[in-house]
């Protein structure tokens, strides 16, 4: 199983992104699926989760701002991020189960 995670780069505050993370594998359908970040110098947190019927988890603290869904047709799950600050800056991850992790992705936000 491999993840291929895209759609980071340098982004102004208040902007927005779409990150997406692709599976190589055909166990997709069948696992939840997160969007983790870790910031310079910070332990890496979960952003959100979406299990494999499409109910969704996030943090507290992004909520509000971000979105994540999931194609199971193409073995995809993506993350709207929308209204960003400085303190979203990070390599975003995404995890398939508990045991896969994508190469990560890095969000820069500038002020």
């Known amino acids: 199983v491999q993840l291929q995670a895209s759609g980071g780069g340098l982004v102004q505050a208040g902007g927005s992104l779409r990150l997406s993370c692709t599976c190589s594998?055909?166990?997709?359908?069948?696992?939840?699926m997160g969007w983790y970040r870790q910031a310079p110098g910070k332990q890496r947190e979960m952003v959100a989760l979406?299990?494999?019927?499409?109910?969704?988890t996030y943090s507290d603290s992004m909520k509000d701002r971000f979105t994540i869904s999931r194609d199971n047709a193409k073995n995809t799950v993506y993350l709207q991020m929308n209204d960003l600050t400085t303190e979203d800056t990070a390599v975003y991850y995404c995890?398939?189960?508990?045991?896969?992790w994508g190469q990560g992705t890095l969000v820069t936000v500038s002020s």
């Open positions: 995890r398939l189960g508990l045991r896969f």
């Open positions: 594998g055909n166990i997709f359908s069948s696992n939840i």
């Open positions: 979406i299990t494999e019927g499409g109910t969704t």
